[in-house]
């Protein structure tokens, strides 16, 4: 999901460059830094607006980075914080944030991001061009064996301390590329050399994660 994708990408690169210029003594990032639970609840608050509806998971993502950002900052005392974030994933797990459920899309333009949990996802879309997939500490599937491809078509696969599974028709050419950072992603397909097969490409980003293209499910 793109705007996931961009808050993590933006969240990284302000990171990198606070660091960057508190090395050649421009700024002092230290007080900057302390501030990083807001790329918590941003997270949070940007799945929702992506999803374009309030869920559980999100919620709790926000509330969590919420909770850390009144810790470092020194708004509250006692030791309360921790106990609330316990309190909030507890609940999230007995409200059925982790079990996995399927959902069966039409339209390529519906996407899933999980976080915290899992999901599958069936996409059966009679011209798929483009599907986007994202987990977040989580695992996601994305299930394309009932889709078409009149050509060509792509799919952006996030995994950012989860894994994500793409399946694909054993007649597909895959071409897998990306970014792995302390993460991977694999291609366990049926290889075809039939240039006339539809082609999916695959663009996988790997934070900590991996995805892997396969035929059939683990």
Same mark, same amino acid.
């Given at each position: 999901?793109?705007?996931?994708?961009?808050? *993590? =990408?933006?969240?990284?690169?302000?990171? %990198?460059?606070?660091?960057?210029? !508190?090395?050649?003594? @421009?700024?002092?990032?230290?007080?900057?830094?302390?501030?990083?639970?807001?790329?918590?609840? %941003?997270? =949070?608050?940007?799945?929702?607006?992506?999803?374009? &509806?309030?869920?559980?998971?999100?919620?709790?993502?926000?509330? *969590?980075?919420?909770?850390?950002?009144?810790?470092?900052?020194?708004?509250?005392?006692?030791?309360?914080?921790?106990?609330?974030?316990? @309190?909030?994933? %507890?609940?999230?797990?007995?409200?059925?944030?982790?079990?996995? &459920?399927?959902?069966? &899309?039409?339209?390529?333009?519906?996407?899933?991001? @999980?976080?915290?949990?899992?999901?599958?996802?069936?996409?059966?879309?009679?011209?798929?061009?483009?599907?986007?997939?994202?987990?977040?500490?989580?695992?996601?599937?994305?299930?394309?064996?009932?889709?078409?491809?009149?050509?060509?078509?792509?799919?952006?696969?996030?995994?950012?301390? %989860?894994?994500?599974?793409?399946?694909?028709?054993?007649?597909?050419?895959?071409?897998? =590329?990306?970014?792995?950072?302390?993460?991977?992603? !694999?291609?366990?397909?049926?290889? &075809?050399? !039939?240039?006339?097969?539809?082609?999916?490409?695959?663009?996988?980003?790997?934070?900590?994660? =991996?995805?892997?293209?396969?035929?059939?499910?683990?």
């Amino acid at each position: 999901m793109k705007p996931v994708r961009m808050w *993590i =990408g933006l969240v990284l690169v302000a990171l %990198g460059l606070a660091g960057v210029l !508190d090395a050649l003594d @421009v700024l002092d990032a230290g007080d900057l830094l302390a501030w990083w639970p807001l790329a918590v609840v %941003g997270l =949070g608050v940007v799945t929702i607006i992506a999803q374009r &509806h309030v869920s559980l998971g999100p919620v709790v993502v926000a509330a *969590i980075g919420l909770v850390l950002l009144a810790d470092t900052r020194d708004w509250a005392s006692g030791g309360l914080w921790w106990p609330v974030v316990l @309190v909030l994933v %507890g609940g999230a797990i007995l409200a059925g944030l982790l079990r996995h &459920h399927t959902t069966d &899309h039409q339209d390529a333009g519906e996407t899933p991001v @999980v976080l915290f949990g899992g999901t599958k996802v069936r996409n059966r879309s009679e011209h798929l061009t483009h599907a986007e997939v994202s987990a977040v500490f989580g695992g996601a599937t994305l299930d394309l064996r009932g889709a078409h491809i009149d050509r060509e078509a792509t799919v952006d696969a996030l995994a950012l301390f %989860g894994g994500v599974q793409v399946l694909v028709p054993e007649g597909w050419r895959v071409a897998l =590329g990306g970014l792995p950072v302390f993460g991977g992603y !694999d291609d366990n397909t049926t290889q &075809h050399t !039939d240039p006339d097969a539809p082609l999916l490409r695959v663009n996988a980003t790997a934070l900590f994660g =991996g995805v892997d293209v396969r035929n059939e499910p683990k």
